[in-house]
């Protein structure tokens, strides 16, 4: 089993910067590929970006293209979502979840999942 802890959320004026950090714990995450997740208020939890289990391999959505960077660092059990040019449109429950390789887009490939962490664009 792994668990998934998401922290780093919080409010930002649109134009700012937050970077969102996925711990694990139970088990180490260097064996699987992590993806990150959004749902907004009334929404479906859409696939944000994703990494390979050996940080080669990154996806993103088109709208997070060039403003948002997905890392990982394997020694401290964490990966990174450092989200720039925020827009209010980006508001919204962000959450991490895990995988047994290879990356995937879709909520239902996912087996481990964090609690979620608010991040919320002022206009």
């Known amino acids: 089993q792994v668990q998934l802890v998401e922290s780093g959320g919080g409010l930002v004026q649109a134009g700012g910067s937050l970077r969102l950090s996925c711990t694990a714990s139970?088990?180490?995450?260097?064996?699987?590929?992590v993806g990150w997740f959004r749902q907004a208020p009334g929404k479906e939890r859409e696939f944000v970006a994703t990494?390979?289990?050996?940080?080669?391999?990154?996806y993103y959505r088109d709208s997070v293209k060039g403003r948002f960077t997905i890392s990982r660092d394997n020694a401290k059990n964490t990966v990174y979502l450092q989200m720039n040019s925020l827009k209010p449109e980006d508001t919204a429950v962000y959450y991490c979840?895990?995988?047994?390789?290879?990356?995937?887009?879709?909520?239902?490939?996912?087996?481990?999942w964090g609690q979620g962490a608010q991040v919320t664009v002022g206009s």
């Open positions: 139970g088990r180490t995450l260097d064996t699987y590929a």
């Open positions: 990494i390979s289990a050996g940080g080669r391999t990154t």
């Open positions: 979840a895990a995988k047994a390789p290879p990356t995937a887009q879709t909520v239902e490939y996912y087996d481990y």
